[in-house]
């Protein structure tokens, strides 16, 4: 619960000089910001091992930087984070913790005497133990060597684990195919299921509540797929990820495939978990457990560097900076790495169902912007569809460019690639000016962050999500909301439910 010491952020000091600074730096070009303000390129640049990350384009001069860490020490963001960390009930409507962070966990912090974590690392160590039998071919449909896995979830039960998979595809092992449902519409399932062997099949049902409707919808399908192809106990070739392990089992999944989540694992947080079933299948537990310490050396960097060099919270800052005070609605993420192609649906639901709020914790209507609109797609395919708008375009949009500086593939593509990223980041920033031919006059003036990373390693994967996980908390922080819970999905939900009574019951179309 809030300190009582601690004061609401729009009501500190800091906050309201922001606010007049904010119009006095946003008069002016970023090129002529940068040019003249004291602060070198590396004075914004932070490193946490092998990501860095440059603010460098940014908005900033030395007295917007002191006014934004200024507000940290006002609104208790230093409190914030370790309410966060050890377990306080930051999830406020729900009055429970989000310790996604303790999914993380090394195994030898077994010894600590803490009863959540001794579940989390058995919990994992079931999984793993199965994600390896899976990939070992040990487990079978009806006498048949499982060799296709479907990954049927929706929101966080899918976005994560089918970003790691994907971005990760280097590190897979074996012939083990791995595929995702997620969408309510027949013909995702059934295109997906019209390549595969009902014989070899295996599926994954994951799902927090065991009670979403997209979910339960697709397994029941899977199963009458799996009846309908000749297979006396379909349920045999399902597994369960779920909160509710009672639910699953009424469902007919066999006691010991059920692999438990906790409530306080928010969905879109719960890629650390059994969720990540299918990464360990397809990738191995050595990937897995890389992927995890990854994240944790990010969640070790939060709670330990001070603000000025703290990563997460310095990126949570500048998005604060950018929405609530420089009046920048979205913010595109561009990863100049094919591997990432599916990070901005992945930050999508991270970002806009945790910060998608329009009242402080206290109940009063926010008087500022709160959640960015995320949006995005990869490296050179973004240039040539919506750099348009960035360029010549009327919106202020901050951009996020990603960058590997060592993949695997052949030198004279990366450093194309490479040339590429830095030189949007250039014309960004400075625009150019032709007053002859005004259609070919580029504007520039939009602020990006460049974030470059030796490779995309399991580990570098971890570190990035981590870094993205705390980086909205800050934010949320700041605006003082509530960031771990979604009740605004609810309605749709509900109203859903009435018209498939009404539909059932005759009504027409």
């Known amino acids: ?37 004291s ?170 509540s065991f009670g979403t409707v997209e979910t339960l919808t697709n397994a029941e399908s899977a199963r009458r797929w799996l009846e309908q192809h000749g297979q006396p106990e379909p349920l045999a070739q399902f597994a369960a990820i779920t909160a509710k392990p009672d639910a699953a089992q009424a469902f007919g999944v066999p006691a010991e495939r059920v692999f438990r989540l906790w409530d306080w694992v928010g969905g879109r947080y719960s890629v650390w978990s059994s969720v990540g079933l299918p990464i360990a299948a397809q990738l191995g537990e050595q990937a897995f457990l890389e992927f995890l310490e990854g994240a944790r050396r990010m969640d070790e960097h939060f709670a330990g560097a001070a603000p000025p060099e703290n990563l997460p919270v310095l990126l949570g800052l500048v998005d604060l900076w950018n929405s609530a005070f420089l009046g920048a609605p979205t913010r595109a993420v561009v990863p100049y790495d094919q591997r990432l192609q599916l990070l901005p649906a992945y930050l999508g639901q991270l970002v806009m169902e945790s910060n998608g709020k329009s009242v402080d914790n206290a109940g009063k209507p926010l008087q500022f912007p709160s959640a960015p609109i995320i949006w995005g797609g990869v490296g050179t395919d973004a240039q040539h569809a919506f750099f348009q708008l960035l360029h010549q375009g009327t919106h202020s949009v901050p951009v996020d460019l990603l960058l590997a500086a060592r993949p695997r593939h052949g030198a004279r593509h990366h450093q194309r690639l490479l040339a590429a990223c830095l030189a949007q980041g250039q014309a960004l920033m400075e625009g150019r000016v032709d007053p002859e031919r005004h259609y070919r006059g580029v504007r520039g003036n939009q602020p990006s962050t460049t974030i470059i990373y030796d490779d995309l390693t399991p580990e570098v994967l971890g570190m990035l999500l981590a870094l993205y996980e705390h980086r909205t908390y800050v934010h949320a922080v700041l605006l003082d909301i509530d960031p771990f819970d979604q009740w605004g999905v609810e309605l749709g939900k509900e109203l859903a439910r009435d018209i498939v009574r009404d539909l059932e019951q005759g009504a027409p179309i």
Not at 11 to 37: F, K, P, Q
Not at 80 to 109: F, K, Q, Y
Not at 175 to 180: A, G, Q
């Open 39 to 208: 602060l070198a390129a590396r004075d914004l640049c932070v490193r946490v091992g092998p990501v860095l990350a440059s603010l460098a384009r940014q908005r900033l001069d030395e007295r917007a930087l002191q006014l934004l860490l200024n507000l940290c020490d006002e609104s208790g963001l230093r409190t914030r984070i370790n309410e966060l960390l050890s377990g306080a009930p930051v999830n406020r409507s729900e009055d429970r913790p989000a310790l996604h962070t303790l999914l993380r966990a090394r195994p030898e912090a077994g010894a600590r005497t803490d009863g959540r974590l001794r579940e989390v690392l058995d919990e994992r160590r079931r999984m793993l133990a199965f994600a390896a039998e899976l990939a070992a071919g040990r487990v079978t449909g009806t006498g048949n060597a499982i060799d296709s896995i479907v990954n049927i979830g929706i929101g966080g039960s899918d976005l994560g684990p089918r970003l790691v998979v994907d971005a990760l595809y280097e590190h897979r092992r074996g012939n083990l195919r791995v595929e995702f449902v997620s969408n309510l519409d027949g013909q995702a399932l059934y295109r997906c299921l019209s390549g595969l062997n009902p014989a070899r099949t295996f599926f994954l049902v994951a799902s927090k």
């Open 1 to 37: 619960m809030p300190t009582e010491n601690i004061q609401t952020p729009c009501n500190t000091a800091a906050w309201r000089a922001l606010t007049a600074y904010s119009g006095e730096i946003g008069a002016r070009h970023l090129r002529d910001l940068v040019r003249t303000r």
